[in-house]
């Protein structure tokens, strides 16, 4: 039983350690800018310009929160969905690798569904 003890000492001295200078902190992702990260470049791939599109459309179609728990989460998942969907229209686009392509349509498929419960679920509340 000594073992599991030492284990667990050690994962949380190694847990609570500082991180080193230079490392990819939440705090150092924080100081990143959202814009930079979602604005496609002259260097952007047709793909990635995709994949930013969505990110972006995300970030900004996202509505405010209402202070309700359930209407919150539908609504934010709706648009989480959206750009689930056009990131995988993307990869349908441009990608070549068959499994990631069948995750793409396999995305597509469900998060449509489920969009479409939610749109039920926004309507019968009258949101």
């Not at 100081?31 to 900004?60: I, L, P, V």
């Not at 509505?63 to 995988?88: E, K, L, N, T």
Request: one cysteine or more; aromatic letters at 4%.
């Amino acid at each position: 039983m000594k073992a599991p003890a030492t284990i667990l000492t050690l994962a949380l001295l190694a847990a609570c350690s500082q991180q080193p200078t230079g490392a990819n902190t939440a705090e150092s992702h924080d100081a990143m800018s959202h814009d930079a990260m979602m604005t496609a470049t002259a260097d952007d791939s047709e793909a990635t310009r995709g994949y930013k599109q969505s990110m972006a459309d995300m970030m900004t179609k996202a509505p405010p929160y209402s202070g309700d728990a359930d209407i919150d989460f539908m609504q934010q998942m709706r648009v989480h969905h959206v750009a689930a969907v056009a990131m995988a229209r993307t990869e349908l686009a441009h990608g070549k690798d068959a499994e990631a392509r069948a995750l793409a349509q396999a995305v597509i498929d469900a998060q449509q569904k489920e969009i479409e419960q939610i749109d039920r679920w926004l309507r019968a509340k009258a949101r």
